[in-house]
């Protein structure tokens, strides 16, 4: 059974890249919203790495400082600069059995704060969160929370836990990919604060646990649709783009509710939203004033 679920587990999450875009030369508050979001999604995607290569692409990002957290199978990265500190939380790893039983761990538990949480993703946090606290207790830098998978739903708890405690620096926002459902609706109510769930298209872990089981996600939902694109869809569009979703990437002898769900998916389908977006914006400063030429945002680096 153990072996069935990692290698399940090891077709969702995928494999890590081992290359940045993002380039920071301020705070992460200048940023623009997709800008922010494909930060925090190569952040995800880092997290999965050795301590010693996440360094290093984190320092590529601009963010040379790394502490690096392991408790019981349990981890989590804090990125940060002289502006800002970046809880990361690392996602399943598919031969570690302590985050396959969190997984797979559907019962729930009662929450720190109102409602009910799913018990394996709050034993998660818990390895970690006594760790977590002693490190943040001091911070005075603006404190952001990201995570992808089951990183994802760490980050969700782990944010509303720094949210409702003592440690003076409040969640700034949280940014999520591939998120399963966190808790009942009254967790994921009661603790208000700025989030962003990004799904992309038939990634199946976003539709676990099952909504008939009274779980519910966190946040507000951002929809990458079959060709990656952000869309606001209604339920019965939303239906028909996952069925062709579904049936293209059959053509491409992927399989559809695993391959969406890696994350480096997320940061490519990102990064393709920002180069349009910014590719927008001048092309209507031009067309405004065509012999004003404003300095561009900075170009996404390229890969060596």
């Not at 040379?64 to 392991?70: K, N, S, T, V």
């Not at 993703?121 to 995570?147: M, Y």
């Not at 998120?179 to 609706?185: L, T």
């Not at 293209?248 to 969406?260: A, I, N, Q, V, Y």
Request: with cysteine; hydrophobic share 40%; net charge positive.
């Amino acid at each position: 059974m153990g072996g069935i679920a990692a290698n399940v587990v090891g077709l969702l999450d995928g494999g890590a890249q081992s290359k940045v875009y993002s380039s920071l030369d301020g705070p992460i508050e200048n940023l623009s919203i997709l800008r922010k979001s494909l930060l925090f999604a190569e952040l995800s995607n880092i997290s999965y790495l050795p301590r010693t290569e996440a360094g290093y692409l984190a320092y590529e990002i601009g963010l040379p400082e790394i502490r690096y957290y392991d408790n019981d199978g349990a981890q989590a990265y804090i990125f940060a600069n002289k502006w800002d500190t970046v809880v990361t939380c690392r996602g399943t790893q598919p031969d570690d059995w302590n985050d396959l039983k969190a997984d797979l761990d559907l019962k729930r538990a009662n929450a720190e704060t109102v409602g009910w949480v799913h018990r394996g993703f709050k034993q998660e946090v818990d390895d970690l969160w006594p760790r977590l606290e002693q490190a943040l207790v001091n911070n005075t830098r603006t404190l952001w929370f990201a995570g992808h998978s089951l990183g994802a739903a760490m980050a969700a708890i782990c944010a509303g836990r720094c949210k409702l405690s003592y440690i003076k620096s409040n969640p700034h926002a949280l940014f999520t990919y591939g998120s399963p459902r966190v808790g009942n609706s009254r967790y994921v109510n009661h603790c208000q604060l700025e989030a962003y769930r990004w799904v992309n298209n038939n990634d199946i872990v976003t539709r676990v646990p099952p909504a008939w089981l009274g779980f519910r996600h966190k946040g507000q939902e951002v929809y990458l649709n079959a060709y990656g694109k952000i869309r606001r869809l209604t339920w019965f569009q939303r239906f028909k783009d996952r069925w062709h979703g579904f049936f293209r990437s059959l053509k491409e002898r992927k399989f559809d509710p695993f391959s969406d769900h890696s994350i480096t998916q997320y940061v490519g389908h990102i990064r393709a939203a920002v180069e349009e977006d910014e590719a927008i914006s001048l092309r209507a400063t031009y067309a405004t004033n065509p012999r004003f030429a404003p300095p561009a945002a900075a170009p996404l680096r390229r890969a060596a």
